[in-house]
Nanobody, 120 residues
Framework: QVQLVESGGGLVQPGGSLRLSCAAS????????MNWYRQAPGKERELVAT???????NYADSVKGLFTNSRDNAANMGYLQMNSLKPEDTAVYSC??????????????WGKGTLVTVSS
């Protein structure tokens, strides 16, 4: 049973920083593309950042130069470093990944999310 669990959310002041983690567990052969999504109150879920198995990254225009997506393949971990946070960054952040199990084909998995609140 593959599972993704996010951590690191909390309350921060505008201009502050926060580091989110995504831990994958289970019978994993390889984590392929890993993504971060967020959903703010009253808004649709949006893609924030993507990182491939080759560590190539892509970001939403609103966070380019401010957020940094990274991963540690040996530890089955993903990270999202968020700097210069603004109130509009307040949202539930969720980890999503394509994962190949030890035996089987790649499947898509979701974490349940972690809340980030940016407020003075």
């Amino acid at each position: 049973q593959v599972q993704l669990v996010e951590s690191g959310g909390g309350l921060v002041q505008p201009g502050g920083s926060l580091r989110l983690s995504c831990a994958a567990s289970g019978s994993i052969f390889r984590i392929n593309t890993m993504n971060w999504y967020r959903q703010a109150p009253g808004k649709e879920r949006e893609l924030v950042a993507t990182i491939t198995s080759g560590v190539s990254t892509n970001y939403a225009d609103s966070v380019k130069g401010l957020f940094t997506n990274s991963r540690d393949n040996a530890a089955n971990m993903g990270y999202l470093q968020m700097n210069s946070l603004k109130p509009e960054d307040t949202a539930v952040y969720s980890c999503n990944a394509s994962i190949t199990p030890i035996f089987g084909r790649a499947m898509e998995y979701w974490g349940k999310g972690t809340l980030v609140t940016v407020s003075s």
